[in-house]
């Protein structure tokens, strides 16, 4: 990171900005920091003004005590005005929905594309959302960060086995180091469900997208978002999953943000 910015409360929120036109900043998901959209912002930097940023508590920004959603969508704005004073948003998983609640809450923003956000559209998923905040509550209070990871990687559905793997493998130093903020983006998450009252006060244009090779609940769950906010579209990447490619998405966005 090139810059930092400093939010309402005083915490320090680093970001870097990469090529030219209008301005766009991407909002990371859970497990993650700014470089994880770092690529996708290489691949948008031909036609647009790509930010990344590390959200609070990871990666080279700070984090102040206690935790409140409110501070993250602070954090967001003041990203925002230091790349101008407004901006269209980029967010992926539970970045997206972190990206819709700024948006409604009137962080100055023209255009809002989200991809794959991970609401629960099942109505027996209620208890287990409910369960894994209670458990990750429990092992991020008794300092058992490898166990947060591993309620959060088995609430994706990530084989048992893959997580065994990914316990041994040398990424998972990195996944624990973040691991106190997979708080932070369950209180973003809420209860799961798709928040209709509030993205009904999204008053500017949204583009909800989802992989035509991922489960179907996350295609339902962008629709439902599309659906929801007065001016929404809804698109499918086909061959995509919720890793998809930054060159499958970036003439999608481009096309979208009018770059």
Known sequence: MDKKTLSRDGTPIALQRTGTGPVVVLVS???????????????LAPGCTAVVYDRRGRGESGDTP??????????LAAVVEAAGGEAALYGISSGAVLALR????????RRVAVYEPPFEVRQDRGAERARYS??????????????AVELFLRLTGLAEQMIVNARHSPMWPGLEA????????????????VPEALLASVAVPVLALAGGASPAPMREAAGRVAQAVPEGTYGVLEGQT???????????LTDFYGA
């Open 29 to 43: 998901g859970a497990m993650s920091t700014g470089a994880t959209v770092a690529p996708l912002a290489a691949a």
């Open 66 to 75: 206690p935790y409140a959603v409110e501070r993250e969508v602070e954090d």
């Open 102 to 109: 700024a948006a409604a809450a009137g962080v100055p923003v």
């Open 134 to 147: 209670a458990e990750l509550d429990r092992a991020l209070a008794e300092g058992r960060r490898g166990d």
């Open 178 to 193: 973040v691991a106190p903020t997979l708080a932070y983006d369950d209180a973003v998450m809420g209860d799961g469900t």
């Open 242 to 252: 919720h890793a998809v490619e930054p060159e499958a998405l970036a003439p999608v």
